[in-house]
C-alpha cells in the first residue's frame, strides 16, 4: 500500500499555449554565485534491512528527430538515486539508522532499529546521492518535500517485524500517472528529469551543479520558470506549471520545459547569464541578454535529450493531447524573427555547433562537430567576466578557447540559415548592445509600457526593455536623467517608465556612500534624475528604461498600453 503524506488537490487551470518561462533575476539581485553541493550518506549496517524497489509512471510524448509527433507512452522507469527514509509508527519522526536511496534500478536498502513499528517512505530529495546529483521537489504552497509512503499491506499501519528478524523484501511499489487528477508519478518524473540534465553536466565538469529546488503541486498554475535565488536558503527555484493535464498545457511530463529551465539554472552556476527575465514566446524580438539566455536554455535541453525536436504537450493525460515541436534544427519561414534579439536564432547557432557527434543527428549538412564540454569551456570563462552577455559573447569565448574560428562562426551564421547576426558585434549601431552613451549627450528614444491581460503579457519583447552603458574611467559625480515627452507618467494609464542604473551584475548602483541611484519603488512622474558619486575606474555601469512596472514586485500594474517617447542624458561636472 502507498500513501502520500503531502495532499494534493485539484484546482482546474487556465488553458495555456506555447511556452513561456521568466527567469526572476530581476533588478538589484546579482548574478548568482556558487554554492557548496548538498550532502551525503553514511554505510549502514546493524538494525532490520528493508530492501524494496520503487518504479513510477512515466507519460510522454515525443517527436522524431525530423520533428514527427510519436504516440502518447506510458512507461514504468525506475526512480533513480532518491532518498528512501523510515518513519517511526507512532511519532512520525525519521529512525532510519543510516541515510539510504534508491539506486539505478529504483532497488534500496534501509536499516531501522529493532523493535520498532516503521513505514517506508520515497522522500522527494537527493541527498544521500549528492555526489551524483543535487535536486529536490517540494510542494510550492507548502515548502513541504513529498513523501510517498509504503505501509503494511495487511493491516494498512506500520511495518511491525517480529523479534529476531533481521531483514525484510517488500513488495514493487510502482508510482501512478493515475488519476491524473493527482498525477502522483509526476514529482519523480520531474526528479528523473532533472537527474538526466545533471548528469549532463556532471560529465563535462566533474561534479554535479549544486542544488536546485523544484516546484510542484497539480494545483499550481502560474507557468513554468525559473528564479536565480527562490529555493531554501536563496538556491536556484524551478516552478513547473500544473493544472489539468486532460486538458491543460501542464509541463511535470514535459522533459523539454523541464531541461530548459534546469538550463537557466545550471548557466547560472556555471556561467554568466544577465538576463532580467519576462515573458515570451517563440516568435518575439526580445532584448538581447534574454534571448541569449532562452535559446542557451533550449539548447541545453537538446543537448540533454540528444535530439533537436523537442515537445511541449498539452492535456499530455487526456483523450487528444497537443504538442508542439520546438525544432533547434530550424527551418523556420523567410519572414520569421532572426537576429541577436530571437531566442530560436540562438539556439539554431548553438545546436548547429554541436550537432553530429555525440550521437547528435545532424540534418542540415554543416559539419562543425563541437563536443559539448567544449561549449561548456567557453561558457566557465564567461563567469568571470562584466560583460552584458548576448550571443556574440558567447561566440568570443569559443573562439577565445581555440575551438573554432572567427571565420567559421562567421560562415555558421550565413549557412544553413542567415540568422541576420554581426559578428564579432560592432561598438555601435546594429547589433550593438547596450547602446553606449557619453557624457554630456542625449538620446531620444521609445520604449512600449506592457499590460497585465493575456494578450500583452510577453514583457520580455526589446520595444518594453531599453539598455544602454556608459564608463567611469575614475571615481566621479555623474547624473542620468530620463525625461519623457509629455505630463507626468502613471501607471494606471499605461504611460509610466521607470529608469534603473545597474551594474553589470544586475545590482543597483550604489554610490561611494553606499546610496542607490535608482531605489525601488521608481516614481510616477515626467523626469527620473539619479545622481551620486560612482566607483571606477574603467567601470561599466546600465541605464535600464523599463516599460513594464512594478519590477520590485515582479508584476505589471499597467491598465493600458502605449509607446512612451523619453530623453535619456548623462552628465558629469
Known amino acids: 500500500m502507498i500513501r502520500q503524506l503531502v495532499p494534493l488537490v485539484l484546482v482546474v487551470g487556465l488553458s495555456a499555449a506555447g511556452r513561456s518561462c521568466s527567469p526572476g533575476n530581476i533588478p538589484g539581485e546579482e548574478l548568482l554565485q556558487k554554492g557548496p553541493a548538498a550532502g551525503g ?23 522524431s528527430a525530423a520533428g ?14 532518491v532518498d528512501v527514509v523510515a518513519l517511526d509508527g507512532t511519532t512520525r519522526q525519521e529512525i532510519h539508522l543510516a541515510p539510504a536511496a534508491t539506486d539505478e534500478t529504483g532497488n534500496f536498502t534501509v ?28 510542494d510550492p504552497f507548502t515548502a513541504s518535500y513529498y513523501l510517498f509512503e509504503v505501509v503494511d499491506g495487511n493491516t494498512g499501519g506500520p511495518f511491525s517485524p517480529a523479534a529476531g528478524i533481521s531483514s525484510m523484501t517488500l513488495s514493487t511499489v510502482t508510482i501512478k500517472a493515475t488519476p491524473s487528477s493527482t498525477r502522483l508519478s509526476a514529482v ?17 565538469q566533474g561534479t554535479p551543479p549544486s542544488l536546485v529546488t523544484f516546484y510542484w503541486n497539480p494545483a499550481s498554475t502560474d507557468g513554468s520558470y525559473s528564479v536565480v535565488s527562490g529555493g531554501p536558503g536563496g538556491v536556484p527555484a524551478i516552478f513547473v506549471r500544473g493544472g489539468n493535464s486532460d486538458r491543460d498545457n501542464t509541463d511535470e511530463f514535459d522533459d523539454f520545459v523541464l531541461h530548459h529551465e534546469y538550463g537557466h539554472c545550471a548557466a547560472w552556476l556555471a556561467s554568466r547569464d544577465s538576463s532580467l527575465g519576462g515573458s515570451h514566446g517563440l516568435d518575439d524580438s526580445l532584448y538581447p541578454t534574454l ?26 493525460t487526456g483523450s487528444t493531447p497537443q504538442t508542439f515541436v520546438v525544432n533547434l534544427e530550424g527551418g523556420r519561414a523567410a519572414g520569421a524573427v532572426r537576429g541577436m534579439r530571437s531566442e530560436c536564432s540562438v539556439f539554431e547557432v548553438l545546436w548547429d555547433l554541436v550537432d553530429g557527434v555525440e550521437g547528435r543527428p545532424n540534418s542540415d549538412g554543416e559539419t562543425i562537430g563541437l563536443t559539448f564540454a567544449q561549449v561548456f569551456t567557453a561558457l566557465v570563462n564567461l563567469r568571470q567576466t562584466a560583460l552584458y552577455v548576448v550571443v556574440q559573447d558567447f561566440l568570443t569565448a569559443l573562439t577565445n578557447t581555440g575551438a573554432i574560428t572567427v571565420p567559421t562562426v562567421q560562415g ?3 549557412s544553413p540559415e542567415n540568422q541576420n547576426i554581426t559578428f564579432p558585434a560592432p561598438d555601435s549601431g546594429g547589433d550593438a548592445f547596450p547602446t553606449r552613451i557619453v557624457y554630456g549627450s542625449s538620446t531620444d528614444d521609445t520604449c512600449a ?3 497585465a491581460i493575456a494578450t500583452d ?34 501607471n494606471a494609464q499605461g504611460t509610466n517608465l521607470d529608469m534603473l542604473v545597474l551594474t553589470t551584475d544586475n545590482a543597483l548602483a550604489t554610490d561611494l556612500t553606499g546610496a542607490t541611484l535608482t531605489p525601488f519603488p521608481r516614481p510616477e512622474r515626467y523626469t527620473e534624475t539619479a545622481s551620486g558619486l560612482l566607483r571606477g575606474p574603467n567601470r561599466t555601469y546600465l541605464v535600464y528604461v523599463s516599460g513594464r512596472p512594478d519590477l520590485s514586485a515582479g508584476t505589471l500594474t499597467n491598465t493600458s498600453s502605449n509607446t512612451v517617447t523619453y530623453t535619456l542624458s548623462l552628465s558629469t561636472p
Do not use: H, W
Open 41 to 63: 550518506g553514511g554505510v549502514q549496517t546493524g538494525g532490520v534491512a528493508v530492501s524494496g524497489r520503487f518504479l513510477y509512471e512515466k507519460v510522454a510524448i515525443v517527436a
Open 449 to 451: 509600457t506592457r499590460v
Open 291 to 316: 534571448a541569449y539566455s532562452e535559446g542557451l536554455a533550449s539548447f541545453v535541453a537538446g543537448v540533454v535529450e540528444g535530439t533537436p525536436a523537442l515537445t511541449d504537450s498539452a492535456g499530455i
Open 111 to 138: 536499516r531501522v532499529p529493532t523493535q520498532k513499528t516503521f513505514t517506508i517512505c520515497l522522500k522527494s530529495s537527493t541527498q544521500v546521492s549528492a555526489s551524483r546529483v543535487n535536486v529536490e521537489v517540494r
Open 457 to 490: 503579457a510577453n514583457d520580455g519583447v526589446d520595444v518594453s526593455n531599453r539598455f544602454f552603458k556608459f564608463t567611469v574611467t575614475d571615481d566621479i559625480p555623474v547624473t542620468v536623467s530620463m525625461a519623457l515627452s509629455g505630463a507626468d507618467g502613471t
Open 188 to 204: 519523480t518524473s520531474i526528479l528523473d528529469a532533472a537527474l538526466k540534465a545533471s548528469d549532463r553536466f556532471r560529465e563535462v
Open 68 to 81: 514527427v509527433v510519436q504516440p502518447r507512452t506510458t512507461t514504468s522507469l525506475p526512480v533513480r538515486l
Open 412 to 414: 555558421l551564421l550565413l
